[in-house]
């Protein structure tokens, strides 16, 4: 995975500087979101967690172990600066793997089998792991089946592009309640392409945008959160997150 875009110095630089400004109003959405989710284990497999810039401290405290997935070798380092405190109070007891998880997935979830699993930002960039779209779009597609009758949670990109200067106010964070359909994501009732335009205009978007194949990673039925994040003060990114538990139908 290219760690220019989900990890290495540069990525850790700029989420540092950004915590507690310019990202921060999505970390607060972030926060909020995870405090509706109810994991079903105390044993956390998280993937794709990198040094947890967006995370909660207070959620993961809930578990008794975490089991750190990523493959920038600075993420279990930086994880630990960010929460290890609070996880130690906690008696949380974490440990990092350089690993990686998504293509290893079947090999962990036979590992874990009572384990929850939360993939942290990780979805929406398997597209820049192969230069194939059609191949991306169709490893994305319906990848719920992967983890059938798991109990696990995913936030991740959706859209992302520039955004006029004069448009979303970086001091917030817009967000719709969503659904996920046979067709893809519905926002306020739209789908497919009107869903898509509503949250472009939403943020005062600007010229080409980027659609990171994630519209149908959860099943059809499922409640969904679409965040905003003001990556920076021109650029903007749709979040899609969403927990599916062991009682909600993967089909």
């Not at 519209?215 to 409640?223: D, E, H, I, M």
Request: aromatic share 10%.
């Amino acid at each position: 995975m290219a760690f220019d875009i989900t990890g290495g110095l540069r990525w850790h630089a700029r989420a540092f500087m950004h915590r507690k400004t310019l990202w921060q109003p999505a970390r607060l959405a972030i926060a909020d979101w995870l405090v509706q989710t109810r994991p079903a284990n105390k044993h956390l497999l998280l993937i794709g967690g990198s040094a947890g810039w967006m995370m909660s401290s207070a959620w993961l405290q809930q578990f008794q172990r975490i089991d750190l997935y990523d493959l920038d070798p600075l993420a279990g380092i930086l994880f630990r600066l960010n929460h290890g405190h609070a996880l130690s109070l906690a008696g949380t007891k974490l440990t990092f793997h350089r690993r990686d998880a998504i293509q290893d997935l079947e090999i962990l979830l036979s590992q874990h089998p009572s384990a929850s699993i939360f993939f942290d930002n990780v979805l929406g960039q398997l597209r820049f792991r192969t230069e194939d779209d059609d191949q991306a779009e169709q490893a994305l597609e319906k990848f719920y089946r992967r983890l059938h009758k798991r109990d696990w949670g995913s936030i991740h990109d959706l859209y992302s592009g520039p955004v006029k200067s004069d448009g979303l106010s970086a001091s917030q964070s817009l967000s719709f309640q969503g659904l996920q359909t046979a067709e893809g994501l519905s926002v306020e009732g739209l789908q497919g392409a009107a869903a898509q335009s509503t949250l472009l205009r939403a943020v005062s978007a600007s010229g080409n945008w980027m659609d990171h194949f994630t519209s149908a990673v959860f099943p059809t039925g499922l409640a969904l959160h679409v965040m905003s994040w003001s990556f920076s003060s021109k650029y903007c990114h749709w979040l899609q997150a969403g927990w599916v538990s062991t009682s909600v139908s993967q089909k």
